[in-house]
């Protein structure tokens, strides 16, 4: 079974600090991992995705993660946090059923921007 | 412009009766996906399909009951069976099966139990 450990539910930084979101992972087969963003009542939109190709995957909003197979991680960073980055951020793991593919979403965390 | 649509965006239900949420998308994509969102529970899958007039159960299933007619279309019933239906629910598509396309979302629905 798959699965992904989201470390903290809620994080606090300072506007122009950098941000790191942990995400940990589980699987038993390579996985295919997602950082989806979702703003206050609203559905997900997808930040960035790997797919086994470069380990660093650069994505929308000047947010980037690493797959580390060694650490099983894959965290999101952003060197410099906006206001406009106040949102609840998700990790998700991906495998194929060969029906569809299904998606294994972690808990989430809220990331707070301050002044 | 392309996309997925949810309505209504807020529902209330009274106990005991059966509600359903829409869920239609003009992508093209021949997957589709409901999820249910708790606070501090991630998303939990409820039922997805492949193609028309197939379907299967997710993680938590029981309570919730699906049909897909038309590609375009998934609605989803909550049932009286479902014993605390008050989330947020979201509905998703995607078009291959390889596990690295990404799953669009709906906007989503607020359904609160009276």
């Known amino acids: 079974a798959q699965s992904v450990t989201q470390l903290g539910s809620h994080v606090s930084v300072s506007e122009g600090a950098l941000v790191l979101l942990r995400c940990n992972y589980s699987?038993?087969?390579?996985?295919?991992l997602f950082w989806y963003v979702q703003y206050p009542n609203q559905g997900l939109q997808l930040l960035l995705k790997?797919?086994?190709?470069?380990?660093l995957v650069k994505g929308i909003n000047g947010f980037e993660a690493e797959f580390k197979k060694s650490e099983t991680s894959f965290h999101l960073t952003k060197p410099s946090a906006h206001m406009s980055d106040a949102a609840e951020y998700f990790c998700?793991?991906?495998?194929?059923?060969?029906?569809?593919?299904?998606?294994?979403f972690g808990t989430g965390t809220r990331l707070q921007v301050t002044l | 412009d392309g996309g997925i649509t949810q309505s209504p965006k807020y529902l209330f239900r009274k106990e005991g009766q059966n509600v359903t949420l829409s869920c239609e998308q003009n992508?093209?994509?021949?997957?589709m996906y409901w999820y249910r969102q708790d606070p501090g529970q991630g998303l939990r899958l409820i039922y997805y399909?492949?193609?028309?007039?197939?379907?299967q159960k997710g993680d938590i299933a029981e309570g919730y009951s699906v049909s897909r007619e038309k590609k375009e279309s998934f609605p989803l019933t909550v049932t009286s069976a479902q014993k605390n239906p008050t989330a947020f629910y979201l509905c998703?598509?995607?078009?291959?099966?390889?596990?690295?396309?990404?799953?669009?979302f709906g906007p989503g629905t607020r359904l609160t139990v009276l």
């Open positions: 998703a598509s995607s078009t291959d099966r390889t596990g690295t396309d990404t799953q669009y």
């Open positions: 699987s038993s087969v390579p996985p295919y």
């Open positions: 790997y797919t086994s190709a470069a380990t």
């Open positions: 998700a793991v991906s495998k194929a059923t060969g029906t569809a593919s299904k998606l294994t």
């Open positions: 992508l093209n994509h021949d997957a």
């Open positions: 399909s492949q193609i028309v007039n197939d379907f």
